[in-house]
């Protein structure tokens, strides 16, 4: 017999689950960051296991951009030498949580748009949101280089970031200045992490 669907509720509200980019609820605007016992199906991976995507986001249901960060954060989450050097760093996973909240809201809203999930391109998103895009490949990136990471994540970072937009055209740079200094909730994730050496390319 097969378990009956279980509808996703906002914690402070009870509201069915929608994140805006910045993670809160659409309906009452209370930040949600993880989501332990508040209704939600789990994908198997409980806090405890260093996971950097929340139970609540059916990372399947995102198109395919969204898709990539969010599946490169899962299983980076995965990796021991990451979830080492997670714990070192108080603070640091449920801030990357959130943004992957963020980074999945911003699919979604592609998604409920009507856009082609397969062919969504960098330019659908907002300055805002590719400004959440720009801080998701710097974690992503950060996280990579931890020592010890196995190879297996490797590879498996690597074949997203083949797919990531041309984030050091002079297009990309500019659409990332119109966002400013970007959303408040993740300006302190922001200035803690480093930007990566972005690669020069010709002007055509």
Known sequence: MSAEPTVRTCPNCGAPLQ??????CRWCQAYVDTLPGAGGATDGLSDSSGSLVPD???TLALPVSALHYTNSLYHL???P???????????????????SSAVAAAGARLRDAGLDPWNDAADDYTPG???LLELAVD????????????AATRRDVADF?????????????KQI????AGPAAFQQLRAEIPPRPVKKHHVM
């Not at 994140?19 to 809160?24: A, I, K, N, P, T």
């Not at 200045?177 to 400013?180: H, Y």
């Open 177 to 180: 200045e119109k966002a400013g």
């Open 19 to 24: 994140l805006d980019v910045e993670g809160r």
């Open 56 to 58: 609540a986001i059916d």
């Open 139 to 150: 974690v992503i990136v950060l996280l990579d280089a931890v020592d010890g990471v196995s």
């Open 77 to 79: 989450g995965r990796d």
């Open 161 to 173: 970031l083949q797919f990531t937009p041309d984030m050091g055209s002079h297009w990309w740079r």
């Open 129 to 131: 949101e590719k400004w």
């Open 81 to 99: 030498a990451v979830q080492d050097y997670l714990g070192r760093t108080p603070g640091l996973r449920p801030a990357i949580r959130s943004l």
